[in-house]
């Protein structure tokens, strides 16, 4: 196998996922796992689903536990991710699933994380317009967030294509709980999401929102207005965004339809499901990819696009790893899948 | 005791849930209940938490059966009201659960539920501006659609203050699966819902939609136009409603929670929550309230208000008997409760 | 108002439920609330669904907080409640849901629970022969287990009536996660328990064990060996407990039948099912129920009775209120309900 | 690819979980997909996971459709698999997810099953001692149910070590809603199975009952006597089964402990867990694992083995399939995996 690979964060959430799929890769060699407060425990005490790996001691995160690979994924809380990195040699390739390196505005980084702005790596979101070419030999990627990556693909081609207005986007998504991590809060606790579906981060406060703008700007060409609301949903994976936007005039059924098919003709993990279906979050689980379908309301003026994914899979670690592979010149769907694990 | 009440479309969840809330109620004897294909079984063998009623022979939907009582509750499919009702003598209070009286459009009615209209009675939902008067000694009373009782109350504050402009609201709201019936369908399972969060009835389809129209246009004085995506979450009951309007231009933050404050200061059932917390569709789970809090998203020049009920007592068999209260001249909150029960 | 009621640990599930009730209940009037490290806050923090108290302010758990009340319920961790009761006067109840004075025998105690043996009050389960004679008139209550009190009603009929050997009960029983309690832990956080069945307390560990035992060794008159395995369930709420026991030689089906429904004939709070029905925990969720139905295994030998409770209600917070009714000489049922709410 | 491979009964959960794990397995390759009611449907209507074979259109059950396939896989109701395995040719390996040749006993298939009794296949669960000579080779295999599966495993190691006493096995499994199939019913609609744990099948009646009976009786090698009782969980896969049996005098934890650890050492896909952690479905989510543990209730004389398995998985498709790779000659692994999906 010809990458040795190290995992920071490995006993929580993303850090799981991230081996469950790697397990599965077959270029990458698992190498040193690291924690933080879990350092010394058994990975099998934490993720009693990765059998081969049970036995597994996890290390201290540090630059010295770290060394000596050539790829590290880092799923560490914000702020982190850029003192570990600068240390690890510039040809490591190293790939952040924290937000460290995601937003270009430092402004917006500050309003939304505080702290120093740390700078901005290649975006692993390759299936924006541009973003494989940045990605292909880098040795930085910023993994984008769960939501915007679902948000984003859900309304590139309407902004591609020109179909929609720019100043009134907006999203609403229900996430399942992995997304908010495993450290321990009540209102985490099993008996108060269970049979709960539960708002926060109203009003344009959710860090994510300024990456989505972000991303959807880029795409549009001028400046992105965008309204999102996050929601908890009583699940313990996938993210089901509804995303609309202003239709511009004479836009019509076909054309929306086209344009959703044609961007994603080629791209092997975003599927525009058949007219008449919708999205579920169950049919993504544990697979790569996002699932899309959209409609015009044409009483109401707007374009309304509904996807599907999974947080941890597409919103994390396989976007993480799908950048990954592209760093290293593999083939980009090496050890990723469309198939989900349902019902 | 002096009413005595029949319900019709007992085995159902609207209909059991009518009967739970009956049980409680002081000035309300439980007469005859009937269903359609369950007539001339127990009770108990389709809501076995009704224990006192658990023998109860249930008696088919006919104008006879239903004949000979005060008040009767009929939570039937759409379009099987009117024909009942009809029949019924004028001095009875017929309150209907289903749609076939809630749209005043008779083209509206045509497109979203076909056949023809059945014209319109005293629309249930209290909190609506003159909607009590409208609703004492009543003897006809439409009960509102779940979804358009959660969204009204959440929107009616920034439209009667006229903080929000009507031609661009967006909704998405995420619904337990009760809301989809009784009625076994493949996609309805627990293996399909449980883990799932799905979209349906996307594009201004759903036939909510028109309701909502309707009643958000009667408290701003003009056409609103709404865009309206519901989705399906894993849990039993309750709606959560993500409902967002553009603000006029000035609008602040003081200016929206004052308006939502005072439009419900002296409501029973509708809470506006103190500033920091969101509401959680657990909070309200069999109780007759609507949770509500609001935002102002400056940025994207939103007023993003979120409201969450349990959609078979507030949003269908407690809003019923809230109205049936004030029809009868009874306290409007006999008989129902601000407690949810959780967790 | 006839009783001025104090609730200590009013932020965990067990006060909460105490307050759901004691709301409801026409005789108690709420005074005090108090609580460990969320003393200070809001209740509405801890409990949005129960709205009438939210501005509550919770106060330390201290003598001083909670005197003065004609009744204390004491929802606090094993181990808390002996030293605070035996401050407050000989006169006020107090009602202890802790594990404190539950069981008889020291020795057990130590093995449990570990420290010195508090002694034992009153066991607070009325359908237990004798129990209702103990309990009218006292002034301090033990509550029973939330285990005990489904598993016990679940076979004393079989040992009442000698149906059953004593020597080889084996019980099974899935709990929902608010019997774990509020503490936040990794292994009770919704994106871990969802989806998910567990074992834990495996082998006789668990301390409702000696409580099980204890119980059903009163009631078959002799020494009742007990295997007892809990698992923790999917859901917020809810046990549910298979039960068995060895069939004495000779006992056939309509035997074990009529024991059971003569057993709990004229108990309002355990419902015998009818024949052909068995019991889901959601049909007695908020309700002070135990629902049972039994089958003779004739080939394995075996009495299976199969139980379902709200492990908050009457497991925990209901069957408090029913030993308090009875203590205090009000009708033991007031304030408390058959009817679950479902679905 | 060597093999063609047709699935019968495609549209159905175990039909899918065949399809997810053929899609990744490398010597098999996919053939005609076929249904009973859902003939004519695309798959991807039916399971929209399925993303490679979403266009593959659903031929009719007919022995015309399966013929000319190197393997077969029936996934269809009970009572279906005989007529069509007649007339299929002998050198076709012929894979039954039914229940048709389980049984040995004629008496027992009338028994539980009514009809005539088709005869005995071999019977795939190759961890049974003297199980893979038999399949080796095979051309006709019945796969066992999914409750025996996770039952036998737990407890063959106490009866082939003569740990146990073979008179009165008790066993309490619960199960996730995808063992109850895709038929809409309901008692399987989400609303009811969320949050509610329901015993079924009490008193010895449940079908795989004399399953688990034949295998541990074969094990013990002198007539085993089984109480079985299966419950519905909140979650729509995986068992969790919880067995016990009386221990035989003189056992101890070590000589327990011991037997599993030695039965499964070698045993890819059946795991003992490390002392002090106890089982999870989570764990085995999608994975072809039974995950083990086992304790000795010293003072209720009873060994108790905890065992966990996904039905669909190592319950029916995975163990379908690594018993055709023994039939075919291939490696027992090939195409599965010890790794779950969690959280």
């Keep these: 196998m010809g990458y040795r690979v190290a995992v920071a964060g490995a006993s929580g959430y993303a850090g799981g996922e991230l081996l469950r799929l790697l397990l599965g890769h077959p270029e990458f060699e698992i190498g040193t796992l690291t924690a933080g407060s879990n350092a010394g425990s058994r990975l099998g005490e934490h993720h009693p689903h990765l059998v081969p790996l049970a036995d597994r001691v996890l290390a201290e995160t540090t630059v010295a536990t770290l060394a000596g690979h050539d790829v590290v994924f880092l799923a560490l809380p914000h702020g982190q991710s850029a003192a570990l990195a600068a240390q690890l040699p510039a040809e490591t390739l190293v790939v952040d699933c924290g937000a460290d390196f995601r937003l270009a505005d430092a402004a917006e980084w500050e309003r939304y994380y505080g702290g120093t702005h740390a700078g901005t790596w290649p975006y692993g979101l390759p299936e924006l317009p541009g973003a494989r070419d940045a990605l292909r030999g880098a040795r930085r990627i910023a993994v984008p967030g769960c939501y915007p990556t679902v948000v984003t693909l859900a309304l590139v081609p309407a902004f591609a294509a020109r179909l929609a ?179």
Tied chains: 1, 2, 3, 4.
């Design 165 to 343: 207005y720019p100043d009134d986007v907006v999203v609403v998504a229900a996430s399942g709980t992995s997304g908010a991590g495993r450290s321990p809060k009540p209102n985490l606790l099993g008996s108060e999401v269970m049979g709960a579906m539960t708002a926060y981060g109203v009003g344009g406060v959710h860090r994510h929102t300024p990456e989505i703008i972000q991303n959807l700007s880029a795409v549009a060409g001028e400046p992105v207005t965008v309204s999102f609301t996050p929601t908890l949903a009583p699940m313990p994976r996938g993210i089901l965004a509804t995303c609309t936007a202003k239709a511009r005039p004479g836009v019509g059924h076909e054309q929306v339809r086209q344009a959703y098919e044609q961007a994603y003709a080629d791209e092997p993990f975003v599927l525009v499901l058949p007219e008449g279906t919708w999205p579920t979050t169950a049919a993504t689980l544990g697979a790569n990819t996002v699932h899309v379908q959209v409609a015009l309301d044409e009483r109401a003026g707007r374009i309304i696009s509904v996807a599907a994914e999974d947080n941890l899979t597409k919103g994390t670690a396989g976007g993480a790893i799908q950048s990954a592979n592209l760093a290293l010149g593999l083939p980009e769907t090496l050890g990723l899948t469309t198939i989900g694990v349902a019902p």
